[in-house]
């Protein structure tokens, strides 16, 4: 009975550490970002950023809508978001911020690359949404 204890208890031990580690790094970080990106969850995408002053529900769901907005109609005009890759971040000497480069793999065989600015936040990087 104690072993099963014992496993059970390792278990939900790694499974919260495997949870957790989901943006223990800023490349897993922008990973995550662009997992949502891809799949045009802009609510996710805008939940997964850090603030200066955190935004009411209502506030992130119209700042979703904006991005929709801008972006949408583009992405389906080069057949959607077909893979992406994350580069090695550069950290800031101070440790709380970071700049990741990605390249976007278009549906048409476009690409398009670009920087993720993120900020550490207790212990796990966010993307920088600004003031």
């Known amino acids: 009975m104690k ?17 957790c580690g989901g943006n223990a790094t800023p490349e897993k970080a922008a990973e995550k970002f662009l997992k949502t990106y891809q799949k045009g969850d802009y ?3 805008v939940d997964q950023m850090h603030f200066s002053q955190e935004p009411t529900k209502e506030q992130k769901e119209q700042f979703a809508g904006m991005i929709e907005q801008k972006v949408a109609s583009e992405i ?3 057949d959607g978001i077909a893979s992406f890759e994350v580069k090695e971040a550069e950290i800031a000497e101070d440790g709380q911020k970071a700049k990741v480069e990605y390249i ?9 690359d670009d920087t993720l600015k993120l900020v550490l936040v207790d212990g796990k ?5 600004g003031k």
């Open 76 to 78: 389906a005009k080069k």
């Open 104 to 112: 976007l793999h278009f549906g048409n065989g476009t690409e398009s």
């Open 3 to 19: 072993k099963i204890f014992r496993l059970m208890a390792i278990a939900i031990v790694a499974f919260a550490f495997a949870a």
């Open 43 to 45: 609510v996710g995408m």
């Open 125 to 129: 990087w966010m993307v920088d949404g």
